[in-house]
């Protein structure tokens, strides 16, 4: 058994208002399991089927599309003030399998907003994946590149943002022993009227088998966040892991452990925080699934000076009904400290975001499917400013050919 752990990165937060245009799964080819994952937790909760519109030999055409006509209250605008709004969303997209080792996918999506206080937006969004699959070693490699506009929760508005990013990371069997994972990935992010960041990081997993229902890793990883003009930060991580599944119904999975950062700019320069990402899978019926999360991370923030020490937990379910519909519930709940530079207009600033979710989503004909939506999320900070209670709800129609 190999059950993944999640990685414990220290990449930008960028918690969203808005949910964002849907992200199509992307593996290379080579990569591709053999055959669908049959599991119990898996195989009733998969997405809708889809499709491939053009195929000629090892090169494969798959469109996709988005829209959605939403309603929301409570949405911040750019002086501080909240609005209402009707927003209609279409985001249509390509994805395509550039021989066995090659995949990329491309999305562009506009926002439109009936409120004269907001700002209409087009966001792209760019990913391309490369494998190599061998007996000794697999090697993956990940470009991909945003240019969106979004209600941040750390701005509390409408924030421009580009982003960059790309990975490599490889993995090796050891017998039947030992399992190695590595990674490397840099992302440069730069957002609007605040600082651009260049992080860096790595890390390094060795993951055993210690019965048939329980795994065990080892992990540690080094990281570095280049700030233009600010002094920059480093840390270092020290993790754990292990996966439980005592049954084909009960999934767990928890990575934790320690990080030390070098804050070169706050008064205490060197700070340790606690990791965590666990997750509770555990399906009681056939057609339902229920999961519980709790995580907690450190982030560099986007203001100078500055990181975000967050810590959260979350319940969901999923429940298929008749055979054609899925419900989706979840609840999750954010709380955020900013651990601040000298002088820094973060200093002391904490947050604390309860968020609700549902959705009902039925299949139409082959490779369509209608969803109807709903979501609150209130952030209860010690700022005014970035206080806020919005609702959404509405119709989400998408493709996948």
């Known amino acids: 058994m190999a059950i993944a752990a999640l990685l414990l990165t220290a990449s930008v937060n960028a918690q969203q208002l808005m949910p964002p245009a849907p992200e199509q799964p992307l593996v290379a080819p080579v990569m591709r399991p053999a055959a669908p994952d049959t599991s119990p937790l898996a195989a009733n909760f998969q997405d809708f089927p889809t499709g491939e519109l053009v195929t000629a030999g090892e090169f494969k055409l798959r469109p996709h599309l988005s829209t959605s006509y939403l309603h929301a209250d409570g949405l911040p605008t750019q002086s501080g003030t909240r609005v209402a709004s009707n927003i209609f969303t279409f985001a249509p997209g390509l994805a395509a399998d550039l021989g066995s080792h090659w995949s990329a996918d491309y999305t562009a999506s506009w926002m439109n907003y009936s409120s004269d206080q907001l700002e209409k937006s087009t966001s792209q969004f760019a990913r391309l994946v490369g494998a190599n699959k061998s007996p000794e070693l697999d090697l993956q490699l990940t470009e991909s590149y945003s240019k969106t506009t979004n209600f941040l929760l750390e701005t509390a508005k409408q924030t421009k943002q580009t982003s960059w990013a790309n990975g ?109 990402d666990a997750t509770l899978a555990w399906l009681p019926f056939d057609q339902t699934k229920i999961s519980i999360t709790e995580s907690r991370t450190v982030t560099t923030s986007f203001s100078a000076d500055s990181v975000t020490d967050s810590n959260s937990w979350g319940v969901s379910l999923g429940q298929r009904l008749l055979g054609k519909l899925l419900l989706n519930l979840a609840y999750n709940q954010i709380s955020t400290k900013y651990v601040a530079g000298v002088g820094s207009t973060l200093a002391g600033r904490s947050d604390d975001v309860k968020m609700f979710r549902s959705s009902l989503a039925v299949q139409l004909y082959k490779y369509w499917s209608l969803a109807a939506t709903y979501q609150s999320s209130k952030n209860s900070s010690n700022d005014a400013f970035y206080r806020y209670n919005a609702t959404q709800y509405g119709l989400e129609l998408s493709a996948s050919f």
């Open 168 to 276: 490599l990371s490889a993995d090796h069997n050891f017998g039947n022993v030992m399992h190695y994972h590595g990674t490397v990935s840099m992302t440069a992010t730069d957002t609007q009227n605040l600082t651009s960041t260049r992080d860096w990081e790595t890390q390094h997993w060795f993951r055993g088998a210690i019965s048939p229902k329980v795994d065990a890793g080892l992990g540690l990883g080094f990281g570095y966040n280049d700030i233009p003009a600010q002094p920059n930060t480093y840390f270092l991580s020290y993790l754990g892991s292990i996966g439980w599944r005592p049954t084909d119904k009960i999934q767990l999975s928890l990575d934790g452990g320690w990080q030390n950062w070098h804050l070169l700019s706050t008064v205490e320069k060197n700070q340790w925080y606690p990791v965590l």
